[in-house]
């Protein structure tokens, strides 16, 4: 499976501890492939996407040859989800700046959480874990030494 996110580190990233670097780090650890389509802090067991332009979520899947349909986006921002959703991306959305959950909903986000902290206190139950959603998301072998190889932080 392919985690891309923006709202863990988007440009409005302060370092506070809300499970930001904790959240990619357990997504790693199951073998997850995690993209940021901003930087992140050092430590964060994640590919960068450099630059985005203007399609971050489909820049991010091609960047590991990812399919829309193995892939959840965490979104911080209605922008975000609607992005998501044009590369037809599920998206789960955690409250960003000036975003509240009705809105993050109505653009098209299926789960919303409080930050990244609450999303990784009910992982187990989020749509980040419910692998047969989405289909097969097995790491390939072409996507583990990508992923391998281009791991920042």
């Known amino acids: 499976m392919t985690v891309v996110s923006a709202a863990l ?4 990233w302060r370092g506070t501890p809300r499970g930001d670097v ?23 067991p994640a590919l960068t996407v450099t630059d985005p332009g203007r399609d971050p979520v489909g820049t991010a899947l091609d960047l590991v040859d990812g399919e829309p349909a193995h892939a959840v986006f ?7 989800v609607r992005a998501a959703r044009r590369a037809g991306v599920t998206c789960v959305a955690v409250l960003g700046v000036g975003a509240t959950a009705p809105e993050l909903r109505a653009a098209g986000a299926v789960e919303v959480h409080r930050d990244a902290a609450a999303l990784l206190r009910v992982l ?20 583990a030494s990508t992923a391998s190889a ?3 932080g």
């Open 22 to 44: 904790e959240l990619p780090r357990e997504c790693a650890a199951r073998g997850w492939t995690v993209l940021l389509t901003a930087p992140g802090p050092a430590g964060a």
């Open 74 to 80: 965490v979104a911080g921002s209605v922008p975000e």
């Open 150 to 152: 281009g791991r920042s």
């Open 9 to 12: 580190f988007g440009a409005d």
């Open 124 to 143: 187990d139950d989020s749509l980040l874990a419910r692998p047969r959603a989405f289909g097969d998301r097995r790491p390939t072998a072409s996507t």
